[in-house]
């Protein structure tokens, strides 16, 4: 989820600054001792010594660090949000908008454009469905991007860790309406949930 993508980005930021630092400082090095008059030969390490650590032991080593904690330390994964029942929505993208079908809602299944309506603190699995060109769902707080595609139904499980207004947009280019596929998740208290499907299904029924 969205806290394990912003993890992991600072952790590999971290990572190469350190790298950036020490290759930098390593580089002035022979500048320094050839300043002192010092015999380079006999204070730095012989290139096999630099190849094989420098260039195959230490990215080995960050790189398959990284990837285990990509992939096994930090459950980015859906799967994180697993054990409890979720809420269900429907999403289709179509040039230019999201429609958001609350399955939950009283009196079968509540449409709206544009906005979705999700408890607080509990996940929500989001199918994601296209009708024309490939979209994607990104709500950069709540999680990573996930394509809509025609013809196949991607999911996404999503929480939102506290009441509030979640900006989404579209991520995947998609014509000339994309700047303007945006969305809105709205998260509210879980005990005013159920109250606030039901009010938006009465909006929906009134007369106009
Ligand atoms: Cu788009």
């Not at 580089?27 to 650590?53: T, Y």
Request: glycine share 8%; hydrophobic share 55%.
């Amino acid at each position: 989820m969205a806290d394990g993508i912003a993890t992991l980005w600072w952790v590999m930021f971290a990572g190469a600054v350190a790298i950036l630092v020490v290759v930098c400082a390593l580089a002035i090095v022979p500048f320094l001792q050839a300043r002192r008059g010092d015999a380079v030969s006999s204070r730095v390490p012989r290139d096999a010594v630099w190849l094989a650590g420098g260039g195959l032991a230490f990215p080995l080593v960050t790189l398959t660090a990284l990837m285990l904690w990509a992939f096994v330390i930090e459950p980015i994964d859906d799967a994180a949000l697993t054990g409890e029942e979720p809420v269900r929505i429907a999403a289709t993208g179509r040039q230019w908008a999201w429609t958001f079908v609350h399955e939950d809602a009283p009196g079968g299944a509540l449409a709206l454009d544009g906005v979705m309506h999700v408890p607080a603190g509990r996940p929500v699995e989001i199918t994601l469905a296209s009708v024309d060109v490939i979209h994607s769902f990104w709500v950069p707080r709540l999680a990573g991007k996930r394509d809509a595609i025609p013809g196949r139904v991607n999911t996404i499980t999503v929480r939102a860790e506290a009441p509030g207004t979640y900006a989404g947009l579209c991520a995947e280019y998609c014509g000339e309406g994309h700047a303007f596929m945006r969305l809105e998740v709205v998260a509210h208290a879980p005990e005013d949930y159920a109250a606030a499907l039901a009010r938006l299904v009465a909006d929906a029924e009134a007369p106009r």
